[in-house]
T-cell receptor, first 113, second 113 residues
Framework: EAGVTQSPTHLIKTRGQQATLRCSPI?????VYWYQQALGLGLQFLLWYDEGEERNRGNFPPRFSGRQFPNYSSELNVNALELEDSALYLC????????????FGPGTRLLVL | AQSVAQPEDQVNVAEGNPLTVKCTYS??????LFWYVQYPNRGLQFLLKYITGDNLVKGSYGFEAEFNKSQTSFHLKKPSALVSDSALYFCAVRVGGNNRLAFGKGNQVVVIP
């Protein structure tokens, strides 16, 4: 069974541009989560989608947004990129929301120049 | 607020010796605790979780963790460390009804041949 997949693996953007990151969950999983792993800041929760709806967001500005499609795949959009947005963005999926384990993809490394 | 703490930055252990990675938690209510491992330039791999039941939880790759309510700890253990266990280990707690994971800062484990 395929795990969580993310694309692209690497992304280089310049300050002010927009970035779009994509995630495909494990087959049958309906919840998708996004986390940011930045140097010195650890792993920070960004967004949680379940059944196409945004259920919760972390302490990030509104220029971080996303959506979940009917096939449960998800996009993370980051507008007006800043240098400090450079990080590894990890997507995870779970079967549902309650008590379920989150399984992570390999991540997209975003570099903002 | 639900949180976990990993008090050590790095754990050095000789190959074949027991490995312990420490984690303490602070939660209201019943804790849902997780351990993940991250290899260089990779996503997080799930090792094990504690939801309810036995205090000793067995997981992947020979790892286990002991839930101790009185000490609010959830230490990860492996009886005999391998060089391939060298990686970054994260303890995490599910935060309330939001289903987000709050992670510790991570512990770098170095297994010396």
């Amino acid at each position: 069974e395929a795990g969580v997949t993310q694309s692209p693996t690497h992304l280089i953007k310049t300050r002010g541009q927009q970035a779009t990151l994509r995630c495909s969950p494990i087959s049958g999983h309906t919840s998708v989560y996004w986390y940011q792993q930045a140097l010195g800041l650890g792993l920070q929760f960004l967004l949680w989608y379940d059944e196409g709806e945004e259920r919760n967001r972390g302490n990030f500005p509104p220029r971080f947004s996303g959506r979940q499609f009917p096939n449960y795949s998800s996009e993370l959009n980051v507008n007006a990129l800043e240098l400090e947005d450079s990080a590894l963005y990890l997507c995870a999926s779970s079967l549902g929301s309650h008590r379920e384990t989150q399984y992570f993809g390999p991540g997209t490394r975003l570099l903002v120049l | 607020a639900q949180s976990v703490a990993q008090p050590e930055d790095q754990v050095n252990v000789a190959e074949g010796n027991p490995l312990t990675v420490k984690c303490t938690y602070s939660v209201s209510g019943n804790p849902y605790l997780f351990w993940y491992v991250q290899y260089p330039n990779r996503g997080l791999q799930f090792l094990l979780k504690y939801i309810t039941g036995d205090n000793l939880v067995k997981g992947s790759y020979g790892f286990e963790a002991e839930f101790n309510k009185s000490q609010t700890s959830f230490h990860l253990k492996k009886p005999s460390a391998l060089v391939s266990d060298s990686a970054l280990y994260f303890c995490a707690v599910r935060v309330g009804g939001n289903n987000r994971l709050a992670f510790g800062k991570g512990n770098q484990v170095v297994v010396i041949p």
